[in-house]
């Protein structure tokens, strides 16, 4: 089973802290994704990488920097947490695949989640 | 990608199917639809997608239209465990849509009652 896992569930951090925030998948998987989710906003891509060292700004990127060093890690970085950055934080891996009936398949696979508490 | 719109909630009785409609009238002829789903406290899990074929698998099935202008998602008999937001997506696929983003909205939100 594809398995994405995230540094920590609960996170409580002071406004102004560096935050990171770890995701790890362990199928290989090209593409990674950070989203946060707020009620009545849905999810919202921050940024996502296609490969290592590639990165893509996604919807709503300001406040935040990722890093992409190695092909199964992907880090989030609050540079300066602020108080709008409290959000649950979800990550996600995908495959450029193909399923054995011969369809494209992108499945994204996400991780459980940090909540992310800035005081 | 083309954009969803989507009911805010419906609901329906444990064992019955449940029938969630997805319109995306702007989709282009690249584009496949996703639904995904994501019970409370988790992350959204991947459920299934298709062209323009009707697809099944073992948790739904993917009804889509003759114009592909909309679709629906069914749940042949919908337990407790499948109350959960459900999002439908469009996005390009093939090489193009290979390192492209998926663009979650609000979902519609399922409750199955006893």
């Known amino acids: 089973d594809v398995k994405v896992t995230q540094s920590s569930r609960y996170l409580v951090k002071r406004t102004g802290e560096k935050v990171f925030l770890e995701c790890v998948q362990d199928m290989d998987h090209e593409n990674m994704f950070w989203y946060r989710q707020d009620p009545g906003l849905g999810l919202r891509l921050i940024y996502f990488s296609y490969d290592v060292k590639m990165k893509e700004k996604g919807d709503i990127p300001e406040g935040y920097s990722v890093s992409r060093e190695k092909k199964e890690r992907f880090s989030l970085i609050l540079e300066s947490a602020s108080t709008n950055q409290t959000s649950m934080y979800l990550c996600a891996s995908r495959s450029m695949g193909w399923s054995f009936s011969g369809r494209q398949t992108y499945e994204q696979y996400f991780g459980p989640g940090t909540r992310l508490t800035v005081t | 990608d083309a954009k969803t719109t989507q009911p805010t909630s419906m609901d329906c009785a444990e064992g019955r199917a449940a029938n969630l409609p997805c319109n995306h009238s702007t989709i282009s002829g690249n584009e496949y639809v996703y639904w995904y789903r994501q019970i409370h406290s988790q992350g959204p899990q991947y459920i299934i997608h298709?062209?323009?074929n009707n697809e099944t698998n073992e948790m739904a099935s993917l009804i889509i239209t003759e114009d592909r202008k909309s679709s629906t998602l069914i749940l042949p008999h919908a337990t407790l465990r499948d109350t959960a937001v459900y999002y439908c997506?469009?996005?390009?696929?093939?090489?193009?849509?290979?390192?492209?983003?998926?663009?979650f909205g609000k979902g519609i939100t399922l409750s199955v009652r006893p």
């Open positions: 997506i469009v996005r390009v696929g093939g090489i193009t849509g290979a390192n492209s983003k998926l663009t």
């Open positions: 298709g062209l323009k």
